[in-house]
Nanobody
Framework: QVQLVESGGGLVQPGGSLRLSCVAS????????MGWYRQAPGKERELVAA???????NYADSVKGRFTISRDNARNTGYLQMNSLKPSDTAVYYCNADVLEYSGSLYYRKDYWGQGTQVTVSS
């Protein structure tokens, strides 16, 4: 089994910054893509940013130039640096990882989600 634990959310004023972290633990052979999603009240979950194992990134248009996704493969950790935050960024942010995990001599890929961390941007 694999667990993803997010941290770093909170309340911040418009224009402020937050850095989210996502630590993956368990029977991990490697992590392929990692991504951050968010879900605001009454809205569907949407992709914010993603990064593949080679470091290639993509972003939602709404966060380009303000958010930066990164990862530390040695620590099985992903990050989302969020700058110039707006009230419209308020949401629960979820980490997602496409994991190659092992069980004994068996290897298989599985998709995992974290529990979410609340980000509130308000004055």
């Amino acid at each position: 089994q694999v667990q993803l634990v997010e941290s770093g959310g909170g309340l911040v004023q418009p224009g402020g910054s937050l850095r989210l972290s996502c630590v993956a633990s368990g029977s991990i052979a490697s992590i392929n893509a990692m991504g951050w999603y968010r879900q605001a009240p009454g809205k569907e979950r949407e992709l914010v940013a993603a990064i593949n194992s080679g470091g290639r990134t993509n972003y939602a248009d709404s966060v380009k130039g303000r958010f930066t996704i990164s990862r530390d493969n040695a620590r099985n950790t992903g990050y989302l640096q969020m700058n110039s935050l707006k009230p419209s960024d308020t949401a629960v942010y979820y980490c997602n990882a496409d994991v190659l995990e092992y069980s004994g001599s068996l290897y298989y890929r599985k998709d995992y989600w974290g529990q979410g961390t609340q980000v509130t941007v308000s004055s």
